[in-house]
């Protein structure tokens, strides 16, 4: 029974994409995807063959290059075979540098995707375009989303160029393995819906790529398969530029010819299917309700029948909550490759935006099929009513040895257990259906999740709690469960009593803008603070160019002239663009490369040797029509860079500030962040050296946490509280040098590590302190707190995210019991790259009580001893 409920939670987990976390290298870097999967239509030469397209190495002559010149007519292609079906996120691309002797690159490309190998199809974005933008110099990777996301096994990278001429390409490509197994549903198309009073809504499906034939899809996958759950007003979309209902696909009752949609989806080969799950809109005060009941019929061939026994279900229909959902749907652990859905209305329309199957993908042989029916009930009841199937072996060609009864009587006591087998899981079901929709209060009630990173055991207990309690390794679906006010953070006034009192306290009232770094220590504030949800101060954490802005002792631009700023004016046309590295409200972050920096700046400037070739450096720029206020406030970020002065720290180099567009340009590392850096390596070993995959050593993660903690110290030092440190804020040289920079949040590379509240902030809230998201309060201690996550980020090799298995309102919620201090808080598990010693140091990063973390001086001083000198 346990082993059931562990593949339910398993298949639960696994089954749920979010785009926003799917965006893992798939192995063209480091090796992973071998040589012979990776083929191409043609070869310029030997060593400019296919396997050597891998995003930032240089084997071989440095790139895969077509034969001759490309032609706008050309269809030459790269194609990788990934090895299963794959949720491809994300492209990368690169041109063939040759260390310094290639210049070729595409400036465009086309995606074409396969499940087979045979049939393949064109890759186009959300607006129906099918080229995608690439790269502008030969040595620079340019990082693509793909909206919408690919699900593929074979992908066909195809070089697009308008005039004659010469095409190298290197490539990554990120995104996570499709353990859905579906490759493709039917459905009636979308329908309009025109009411009035409100705009017009479509809601077909825009991005499925099957046949469409007498308003029939068929044959493909499209929006039910993307990852992205519409919102609870289905007129709100996700995406911008595009059209009211977008994120719903919807039909009419009675438009169909039946009070039903039929669905069929078919899947990569026969699986053992536990449940689906339905993402539908329920907005019934606008003729908008879930399915009132479905049924499922199963095919174990494609050219099979359909069974005759189906699985039915009736869902309990709500009233009283507009809010969208998932609803579930057991599927009795049937064999099938093929499923039919037929989806019932309960109202005028209904509408889906994703749906997911779980399953296991072994499949047990089944002869003798036991049905237990449960007839309807005449009155909703809160526990589905299924037709569950259990399968025992075939007995009939067992050999009559006289002993009938006795075979009889094993029979009997074999039907009887899986009878109670069968009541066991319908309570689990209904047991796990409660559970689904309680709101908080199971946890006021004293039962808990207790969580093993060692194990793989799901133990439901009652207290006495372990007073901590870490994230556990294996998936699962939930951890908490949240009422809907949680969907918007304010709700913590609501959820967590202590803090609805108001903030009349002290002069230690925490603030983004002002940390309390001169009026009281931060036990004092503790002590003397009355916790409050700081949404008003929110704001100020990011600048004005998207990126993260320092909090500082008081500082005001008021009187702030050219002579205030202490670094040189550089000629503006010396700057040449290479790549947007993020943007925000009122200005852009680029990476450009500087012509005669060196000179320009003189002996002593912090700049890499680069040969006499041109600098790369990061320009923060403010667009021209800012407001003032603005203008005010990029002025007071030079001023605030133009005091750093660190070898941890990025440098402010120059401005540009004569005249419009104002600019300050800052170092740039040729390693980039330290994010990407570590994702894309493996922990040195005779295996790495042996396949030549990058790697790194433990000597080198400790010297990367050495010279963060020292960068840290100097901040501290000056009083300045950074609010944002991460590996994606942490810059690397080639010689593992360490560069504290601040733009991490302008990246749209990184938008899934942050927290957007009420559409106007972001906030790294997995990095955050529980102060600093319940009282708006950062502090050289809020800092320490986030080292603590960044070495926890740097011992795992940034291979997943912080708390990757909650949701972002999970993590709010876990931050209320770090306040309430009852022992239901979840940390971060140690990884297994960790010494026990330094994770012991994380966890004191983590420490409720914010006297007892460690000082930067205290954590530069206990690391600097692990580091070889």
């Known amino acids: 029974m346990l082993l059931y409920l562990l593949l339910v939670f398993q298949a639960n987990a696994n089954a749920q994409i979010d785009p926003a976390h799917c965006r893992y290298p798939l192995g063209m870097e480091d090796g992973r995807i071998k040589d012979h999967d990776i083929t191409a239509s043609s070869q310029w030469y030997e060593t400019t063959g296919p396997q050597y397209a891998r995003l930032n190495r240089e084997e071989g002559d440095g790139a895969w290059c077509p034969a001759g010149l490309l032609q706008p007519s050309d ?16 492209v990368g691309t690169q041109g063939r540098y040759a260390r310094n002797s290639g210049k070729e690159f595409a400036r465009m490309y086309r995606l074409n995707y396969s499940h087979d190998g045979q049939l393949w199809r064109s890759w186009k974005n959300r607006l129906g375009n099918k080229t995608m933008e690439a790269n502008d110099n030969a040595y620079v990777s340019v990082i693509k989303d793909l909206h919408p996301p690919i699900i593929s096994r074979y992908i066909r990278l195809i070089p697009v160029t308008k005039m004659p001429t010469t095409v190298c390409m290197r490539l990554e490509l990120y995104g996570c393995p499709w353990h859905d197994g579906l490759t493709s549903y039917s459905s009636p198309e979308g329908q309009l819906m025109m009411p009035p009073g409100y705009p017009i809504a479509s809601l077909n499906d825009s991005t499925y790529d099957g046949a469409h034939e007498r308003r029939k899809l068929s044959g493909g996958l499209g929006q039910l398969t993307d990852g992205v759950t519409g919102q609870d007003d289905f007129l709100v979309t996700r995406q911008y530029h595009v059209w009211p209902g977008y994120d719903y696909v919807g039909w009419r009752n009675g438009s169909l010819g039946s009070g039903y949609v039929e669905m069929e989806f078919v899947f990569d080969k026969q699986r053992n299917f536990t449940s689906m799950k339905v993402h ?47 609803v579930t749907v057991p599927l009795g652990r049937r064999n099938a490759k093929a499923l039919r859905c037929r989806f019932h209305f309960a109202d005028v329309w209904m509408m889906f935006s994703e749906i ?16 237990v029916t449960s007839p309807w009930p005449k009155e909703e009841s809160s526990m589905p009513t299924t037709h569950k199937t259990v399968t025992t ?19 009997v006591t074999i039907i009887l257990l899986l009878v109670v087998i069968i009541f066991l899981i319908l309570w689990c079901q209904y047991v796990c259906k409660v559970l689904e929709k309680a709101p908080r209060r199971i946890l006021e009630e004293e039962v808990t999740v207790r969580l093993s990173s060692s194990s793989d055991t799901i133990i439901l207990q009652t207290p006495p709690v372990p007073p901590r309690v870490s994230q556990m390794d294996h998936p699962y679906e939930r951890v908490f469960l949240l009422d809907p006010q949680y969907q918007d953070p304010a709700g913590l006034r609501n959820k967590l009593p202590e803090l609805s009192r108001s903030a009349e306290t002290s002069a230690c009232g925490g603030g983004y803008a002002e940390p309390d770094v001169t009026q009281c220590t931060p036990h004092q504030c503790f002590q003397s603070s009355v916790p409050h949800y700081a949404e008003t101060d929110i704001v100020s954490l990011q600048g004005v160019t998207g990126s993260n802005m320092y909090a500082v002792p008081a500082l005001t631009v008021d009187s702030l002239t050219r002579k205030d700023i202490s670094v040189a004016e550089f000629p503006r046309h010396r700057l040449l663009f290479r790549e947007k590295l993020g943007e925000g409200q009122f200005g852009e972050v680029h ?41 005010n406030d990029f002025l007071k970020e030079i001023k605030i860079m133009s005091r750093l002065n660190d070898p941890n720290i990025i440098q402010l180099l120059c401005v540009c500030v004569s005249s419009d567009p104002l600019c300050m340009v800052t170092e740039y590392m040729d390693n980039g962040d330290l994010n990407m850096f570590l994702s894309q390596r493996e922990m040195e070993s005779t295996l790495t050296h042996a396949n030549n995959i990058p790697a790194v050593s433990l000597s080198d993660l400790l010297h990367m946490s050495v ?16 609010r944002d440190l991460a590996t994606r804020n942490c810059l ?48 050289t201690a809020s800092d320490v707190w986030a080292f603590g996550v960044t070495l926890w980020e740097i011992f795992t090799l ?28 979840i940390f971060l598990y140690a990884p297994l790259l960790c010494p026990p010693s330094l994770f012991e140091l994380m966890m004191r990063c983590w420490d409720r009580d914010i006297a007892d973390r460690p000082t930067f001086e205290g954590l530069y001083q206990a690391l600097r001893p692990h580091v070889v000198q």
């Open 75 to 90: 269809t030459q292609y790269l194609q990788v075979d990934l090895g299963q079906l794959t949720f491809l996120t994300v």
């Open 591 to 631: 990476l450009c490369e500087a012509e005669g920096l060196p000179e320009f700046l003189g002996e002593g400037a912090p700049l890499p040797d680069r040969d006499g070739r041109p600098v790369l450096v990061a320009v923060k720029q403010l667009r021209a029509d800012a407001t003032n206020n603005a203008r």
């Open 732 to 779: 690397l040289d080639r010689r593992l040098t360490i560069k504290i920079a601040d733009f991490g949040m302008s990246r749209n590379l990184y938008s899934s590590d942050y927290y957007r509240i009420q559409g106007r902030a972001v906030l790294p809230i997995r990095w955050m302190a529980w102060e600093s998201i319940l009282l708006g309060k950062f502090t």
């Open 393 to 411: 072996p075939s007995t009939k060609d067992q050999p009559d040895d006289g002993n009938t009864p006795i075979l009889i009587g094993c029979l």
């Open 356 to 371: 997911s199957f779980q399953s296991a993908d072994t499949v047990i042989p089944t002869q003798i099929t036991l049905a």
């Open 798 to 825: 940034c291979k997943e995210q912080p708390y990757s298995l909650l949701s972002d309102e999970q993590v709010i919620e876990n931050t209320g019991e770090f306040f309430r201090n009852q022992g239901r808080q």
């Open 707 to 722: 010279q963060i903690s020292s960068g840290m110290r100097y901040l501290a030092s000056l009083n300045f509280v950074h």
């Open 280 to 326: 539908s809109n329920n907005m019934f005060y606008r003729g908008v309700k879930i399915f009132s009941s479905v049924s499922c019929s199963f095919k174990p061939r494609l050219i099979a029948n359909w069974e005759t026994e189906p699985v039915e279900f009736r869902t309990v229909l709500d009233d009283r909550n507009p809010s969208a959902r998932y």
